[in-house]
C-alpha cells in the first residue's frame, strides 16, 4: 500500500507587532539589540519580555528540557547537577546585582530569583514549562523532593505543554528509583 494525494494545511496567523512598555523602552535604551548586554538588560528591564529570553538562554533551561531524564536525574543523584555553570547577574548577600559565573546552590538560588521575574510578569511565554521544568530539577537537586514532585506533576497535567511527557518521564524514573511512591 501506497498513499497518494496532497496534505493541505490550515492557513497559519502570524501576527507581528511593535514592542509596547517596557518591552520598547528596552529595545530603545539598547539600541535595538536588547539581547546583545544580558547584564545591562536585566539590570535595567527585568520585566521585559527581552530579559525572559536571556534568563531563558543563559540559566539552561533550554538545555535541561532537550536533555535525556535518565542522564539528569543520574546527575542529581551523583551531584554533577551543581558541576554546570551559569553567567548572570545576581544578587549578592547584600542585594546589589552583581554579574558572575556562579554554579552549585548559588546558581540554583539565582535562577529561582529570575524564574520568579519571568514566570510572574510572563506565565504563558512559550517557554515557561521549560523554566518551571528547570525549577523542578533544581529542587531535587536540593533535596527538596516534594516540591519538585509537586512541580512535575503540575507540568505533566497540562493538555498543551510541551514538557508535559517530559514531566511525566522524570515522574515515571522518580518512582522506579524509590525516590517518590505511587
Not at 539589540?33 to 531563558?56: C, D, V
Not at 533551561?61 to 548572570?88: C, D, F, N, R, W
Not at 546585582?97 to 511565554?125: F, Q
Request: charged share 25%.
Amino acid at each position: 500500500m501506497a498513499w497518494e494525494g496532497q496534505i493541505k494545511p490550515q492557513a497559519l496567523h502570524i501576527r507581528i507587532s511593535e514592542p509596547i512598555g517596557v518591552d520598547r523602552q528596552a529595545l530603545v535604551a539598547l539600541s535595538g539589540h536588547p539581547l546583545e548586554n544580558a547584564t545591562e538588560l536585566l539590570e535595567r528591564f527585568p520585566t521585559s519580555k527581552y530579559a525572559a529570553y536571556a534568563i531563558w538562554q543563559h540559566s539552561d533551561a533550554k538545555g535541561l528540557a532537550e536533555s535525556q531524564p535518565h542522564k539528569v536525574l543520574k546527575a542529581v543523584e551523583t551531584g554533577l547537577i551543581y558541576q554546570s555553570e551559569m553567567v548572570l547577574p545576581c544578587p549578592d548577600v547584600s542585594g546589589k546585582m552583581s554579574p558572575r559565573r556562579c554554579n552549585g546552590r548559588e546558581a540554583t538560588a539565582c535562577r529561582a530569583y529570575w524564574y520568579a521575574i519571568v514566570l510572574k510578569n510572563h506565565p504563558d511565554i512559550w517557554f515557561a514549562d521549560q523554566i518551571r521544568l528547570r525549577s523542578a530539577i533544581d529542587q531535587l537537586a536540593l533535596k527538596n523532593t516534594q516540591a519538585a514532585q509537586a512541580d512535575l506533576e503540575a507540568i505533566a497535567k497540562s493538555e498543551i505543554s510541551g514538557m508535559a511527557p517530559k514531566a511525566k518521564q522524570y515522574l515515571d524514573l522518580m518512582k522506579q528509583n524509590g525516590w517518590i511512591k505511587e
